[in-house]
């Protein structure tokens, strides 16, 4: 048997994760050292035994052998967690395709030390939800089933597929206790903390002090604490967002993600990995059990219920106060031909007049920010650009233009930068021309407006969140920031400005997040006993997203969005890797994405895999430039997956023989949330 080394981390908590050492294993250890041991090394000068990890083994070695030490043993009764972790760590780099270093940095708790305490942010006095003691009899199954399976070991994901206000968060919560009972711990993601404070209060009646919450607002240090406190057992419950999927529990039993459509469970950094393939690999490793939640499930998820892979959970009825809302869809072409050339439609206009006079609430929706989303110039048509990015520039109310990419602000010109009329407007609405509008329309009604902008400062969500739940404003604007989980019973009125905003992107996902946002938002009217509507204005309503959202025919969609996937070989029929090729010199990134492009031909061609795939590309990125890079993209579609990690492989060994020392750079994407 050859001679076999192994990479090991040491003390994994203590200090950050930058190194590994190479050790030999000795030949009595060979049967006993996989990724994962934990085991003890002599380390430093005085070869003291320490505790280390091992993360890698191979069959070369690094150093010289007379310089090498080798493994001491194998540690008894080390914690199993890290194991665990260094496993699923593991995993992770082979199915998004990071380093070990970097996907341990992912799942580790590395210690930070805690910092001053930094202030807390005010929790908005919102309507909490009362504690709900008798289930009704749909939930009741589910959480009986729940139990049931969890008793008998059953372990399996379920993907609970239920209509907004439904009532998942009672089901989650009696899924947990079930496993808290059995004396096991359970993570609860959800996407955005700041936004789900309904949620978090819930929990915290019911678990008190045995919750623990992290969100994107806590020091690294007291983000450690609560992971030390899940590791010492000291809680039973941990709620966050995506990072929270990795909390050291070393007695896990269940993890739920709640909006498992969400964007956001989809890391943006390398590590790319999505929360929901990692969370189910993770309660695999744990034994542990996954609920999936949400009102409009992903393709992903659904065509696995489909199939058996997940067993399908349904609530139909909504469970508290309040009916299914009422939904009309407004064609503004029609509306433009009666002469209307207002934001708001006729039929909007009229049921807001009625809400505002009955004292009770309304929500406008509308997925851009600022003023208008591009200015040009009505003579020569010159549109005003971001000189470092290939977009156009939004109009804020302000007056200034920016860029949403790269940040870029300047003033706006008063006459055309390239033909010198004075001839300059506005076209495309934002939040802020929505807000204008509805004070023009309806000048005593007081407004409140939630974007990026207005949510700058810490804690700002909150407060605007708080506000309108006080009923300060009748009329709240905002992005899909407010579509999501808030509940407001006055609100009577939920009104889409423009629904086909989402449809224009050129994305294979963007029939779905229409989909999403127009159900979500659609879910907003009508929590309490007052009777809700719901008012989508449109150019395209013979679109199935938009028509299949207003019948709010989950299923319908499903199954004409799955025929389209196929036809066009996209998820969740085919996997896809996105490679993004980025330079600031146009030809090299030309030049690198063609390479990139052949690599992956060849491998894929190697593999003789030809019939299975599609190689898309080289082409421009939606968007060719930002901040002065040039952008390109290569799209790989296959039905093997192990096509394309070896497709990425043989694509990184190009660059690294031709292209390391360039100023390029490649990026690879396994089954992206969009087009780049
Ligand atoms: P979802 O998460 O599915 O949108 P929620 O869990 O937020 O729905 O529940 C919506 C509302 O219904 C909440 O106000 C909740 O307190 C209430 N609710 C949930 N289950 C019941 C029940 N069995 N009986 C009465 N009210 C319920
Ligand atoms: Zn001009
Ligand atoms: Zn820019």
Redesign the pocket.
Known sequence: MSQKYADIIIDISHEAIDRTFQYIIPETLLDEIFIGSVVNVPFGRGNRLRQGYVIGISETPNWELDKMKEIAGITKGALPIYTQMIQLAEWIRDTYGSTMIQALKTVMPVKETVGKREPKIQAPQCEI??V?E???PE?ERLVREFQADYMQGIRRTYLLH?????????VYIQAVRAVVKEGKAAILLIPEIALTYQTVARFQSYFGERVSVIHSKLSKGEKYREFMRAQNGETDVMIGPRSALFAPFSNLGLIILDEEHDNAYKSETNPKYHARETAIYRAKLANASCILGS?TPSMESYAKAMDGTYRLWE?TE????GNTAKVSIVDLREELRQGNRSILSNELYQKMQAAFERNEQVMLFINKRGYNSFVSCRKCGEAMKCPRCEVSLSLHGNGYLMCHYCGHIERKPTACPKCGSKLIGGYGTGTEKVEAEVKRCFPEIRTLRMDRDTTLRKGAHGDILSAFSRREADCLIGTQMIVKGH?FSNVTVVGIILADLTLFDSDFKASERTFDLLTQAA?RAGRGEKKGCVVIQTYKPEHYAIATAAEQDYKKFFELELAYRRILKYPPIYHMLAVLVMSKEPELADEIAACVCQAIKESIREADAERDGAVIGPGEAYISKINDVYRRVVYVKHLQYNVLQRAKEKSEQMFAEKYQDTDGSVQYDFNPMSMI
Do not use: F, H, W
């Open positions: 939800p009362p709900v008798k289930l009704n939930q239920g209509i907004t206000g439904s009532g998942k968060t009672e009102a609530l909504r469970a508290g106060e509940d879910g």
